[in-house]
């Protein structure tokens, strides 16, 4: 994110806290609109299959009853319903209406009375239907009631004889209904109150939580990586500062190493270019300074040119090992790398009066560049070499160690003693450091850059091993090399 756009502010339509508050408000309104809707549907389902049942049922009982082989008149059809009840003013129970028509939908009866239709033709498509052998039903829910018809044919021997019409008016059901629709949008109405201000209260704990990770975000961009973030509770928000909370943790110790990593270096590469330059202005401004001199003044000036160069090389190392893994692994003889690290020492451990013991096993394999695990054995040999006593000797050790069961790897040990001065104890951690030397002098003096233990700390752990220093009893220094082994059959030979 550039930095011009982190620093604004959200405009509150276009902020989290709004789209949360809108979030809910749509959540809460469709779960509002289903209240609404839903039982009502189900109710008024409920009540339309009741309705049928109970009009099918009467229709069903009066066209028995009609049934017969007489036909219909119109003083045996009032007869018969007579004797089931029916009366012209009250109609049967629950029924607002009853029509009986012959084959021709001549109504022969009819309880109505508003729009009596007896003795005229009944032009109702309910009848029309009913007098072509279906039985007819339909409800409808309107001017708050339940309207319900029913049809059915009045059938003797395969027959049709005519039709039995029944209609219904039902309020008291359609004014439960309606109170149940008005309770409903009660409840709805102290659902929105409520759920407005809890949507802004849940949207702002949110996005209070959010604006702490983002002011810490705009803190540790201005260089304050000593900075952290506090949020509460256990969910992902907390996780979230939590884990940026190890990022800066990782940043301030990143940011630390580098400016002392820069001081060092500068520092470093700063005294042979000064003595460069001094040895160049002293055989400049010297006017009549003899050969011998200017050879020594010559000769100087090539060895701090040549450390300039092992500093230079060392800090390539360092840095292509923290910008890329290493590549083209291949099984490598540890064996084979220590001997030829051991004869292009041997010179330097004549010169020093210092005797080199070696104890290596076989089959001491590692998944490693030769290159990458030269270095390593290289530059603790040398280390061993150059900072050892006359008369001192450094004993190399090459080993296997088993691993304990099968989830546990072989290793190969690599162990490099001497027998010189030691490292003091309060040295020991900060050995591996870059630019970190125990005796400035004497490593200047040796052509040390500080850098050696580095490059063989971050190899080792490039290829999953490890390394420790301790002190040799009863003197000098112990370093020990781990490798997982590799075998043949284990894929990548890793552990």
Not at 344 to 356: D, F, K
Request: proline share 4%; charged share 25%.
């Amino acid at each position: 994110m550039p930095a011009q756009t982190l620093g604004q502010s959200v405009p509150f339509w276009r902020s989290l806290q709004s789209k949360f508050i809108l979030s809910y408000g749509a959540i809460v309104i469709a779960l509002l609109i289903f209240l609404n809707t839903y039982p009502i549907l189900i109710s008024q389902n409920l009540v339309f299959q009741s309705k049928k049942d109970s009009l099918w049922r009467q229709a069903d009982i009066i066209t028995s009853t009609l049934a017969g082989a007489g036909g219909l008149t119109p003083e045996g059809v009032e007869g018969n319903l007579n004797q089931l009840g029916v009366t012209a003013k009250l109609g049967v129970a629950g029924v607002d209406r009853v029509l009986v028509t012959d084959p021709g939908g001549l109504v022969l009866y009819d309880t109505s009375e508003v729009d009596n239709a007896r003795d005229r033709y009944a032009l109702l498509w309910e009848v029309v239907s009913a007098l072509r052998g279906n039985d007819v039903f339909r409800s409808e829910f309107r001017e708050k009631a339940f309207h319900s018809w029913a049809a059915a044919p009045i059938i003797y021997r395969g027959m049709t004889q005519g039709a039995v019409y029944l209609y219904e008016c039902d309020s008291s059901q359609a004014e439960v209904l309606l109170d149940f629709q008005k309770n409903l949008r009660n409840v709805s109405l102290v659902v929105c109150v409520l759920a407005l201000p809890l949507s802004v209260l849940f949207s702002t704990a949110v996005t209070r939580r959010i604006a702490v990770l983002l002011r810490g975000i705009r803190t540790v961009r201005e260089g304050e990586y000593s900075h952290r973030v506090s949020v509460s509770g256990r969910d992902e928000l907390s996780r979230l500062a939590n884990e940026f909370n190890e990022l800066t943790g990782r940043l301030q110790v990143t940011e630390e190493v580098r400016r002392r990593f820069v001081s060092d270096a500068s520092h470093e590469l700063k005294t042979p270019l000064a003595s460069i330059r001094l040895l160049s202005d002293s055989i400049l401004q010297t006017k009549h300074i003899d050969s011998e001199t200017v050879q020594e003044f010559v000769a100087d000036i090539g060895s701090e040119a040549e450390r300039l160069t092992r500093i230079t090389e060392k800090l390539l190392t360092l840095t292509r090992m923290d910008t890329a893994p290493p590549q083209n692994l291949t099984p490598v003889d540890l064996k084979a790398v220590v001997l030829r690290a051991e004869h292009m020492l041997s010179p330097l451990a004549r010169a020093g009066n210092v005797q080199l013991k070696l104890n290596l096993a076989e089959q001491c394999l590692v998944l490693a560049t030769q290159d990458d695990l030269y270095q390593v054995a290289f530059n603790l040999m040398e280390n061993a070499v150059k900072y050892n006593l006359p008369g001192g000797s450094v004993m190399v050790k090459l080993s296997l160690r088993r691993g304990r069961g099968r989830e546990e790897r072989d290793r190969v040990v690599l162990l490099v003693e001497d027998t010189g001065m030691g490292i003091p104890e309060e040295d020991m951690p900060k050995i591996f450091d870059r630019f970190y030397r125990v005796d400035k002098a004497r490593s200047r003096a040796a052509g040390g850059t500080g850098l050696g233990l580095s490059i063989v700390r971050d190899t080792v752990r490039q290829h999953g091993g490890s390394v420790e220093v301790r002190r040799r009893v009863p003197e000098g220094t112990c370093f020990q090399v781990e490798f997982p082994r590799w075998q043949e059959g284990r894929k990548g030979g890793r552990p």
